[in-house]
T-cell receptor, first 113, second 113 residues
């Protein structure tokens, strides 16, 4: 079956630091991959996605590249801001996931001034 | 605004009460979901509806009863809940398909007293 593994948090960074949140997956075929962000008290919002190998998703300064050879989709940002403090979820879907997305456990990020 | 609206945003109920959570989407999606998000736990998929038919029920206790009267509306009926059912309940919708993302509502924060 499908599964998504994210690095455990919380991650604490100073403003303007470089961010990496690791995500690896197990799936058959060619899944689509997603990063969602959840700000305090809110639902999940799509941050970026990639639907095939070597695709790079990007949004709001965040990037992630679909690496089929390493089954990874690591999230990166060159310079984080306090407003990036949130929980980040990696997710995948493919024909084997039925109707649903498979989510990782989430990684909490705290950016301090 | 994601196009998925949940009401109420906050709900406090006693263990003997009956209440309902409502979710509405006008995005033309053909699948809708209920997720439970508890503190310190992964996101849990509860129910999936596709074209108003329940297609997944992940061992959820019968005190949670979903209803999907049409493709735009999804309800979660609650009765005789337990304090451990206190959580954020998230509704999502999407077009079923490997490459499509889910759109989430802002959630209902439920407290059972």
């Amino acid at each position: 079956g499908n599964s998504v593994t994210q690095m455990e948090g919380p991650v604490t960074l100073s403003e303007e630091a470089f961010l990496t949140i690791n995500c690896t997956y197990t799936a058959t075929g060619y899944p689509s991959l997603f990063w969602y962000v959840q700000y305090p008290g809110e639902g999940l919002q799509l941050l970026l996605k990639a639907t095939k190998a070597d695709d790079k998703g990007s949004n709001k300064g965040f990037e992630a590249t679909y690496r089929k050879e390493t089954t990874s989709f690591h999230l990166e940002k060159g310079s984080v801001q306090v407003s990036d403090s949130a929980v980040y979820f990696c997710a995948l879907s493919n024909s084997n996931s039925g109707y649903a997305l498979n989510f990782g456990k989430g990684t909490s990020l705290l950016v301090t001034p | 605004e994601t196009g998925v609206t949940q009401t109420p945003r906050h709900l406090v109920m006693g263990m003997t009460n009956k209440k309902s959570l409502k979710c509405e989407q006008h995005l033309g999606h053909n699948a809708m979901y209920w997720y439970k998000q508890s503190a310190k736990k992964p996101l849990e998929l509860m129910f999936v509806y596709s074209l108003e038919e329940r297609v997944e029920n992940n061992s959820v206790p019968s005190r949670f009863s979903p209803e999907c009267p049409n493709s735009s509306h999804l309800f979660l009926h609650l009765h005789t809940l337990q304090p451990e059912d206190s959580a954020l309940y998230l509704c999502a919708s999407r077009d079923r398909g490997g490459g499509t993302e889910a759109f989430f509502g802002q959630g209902t924060r439920l407290t059972v007293v």
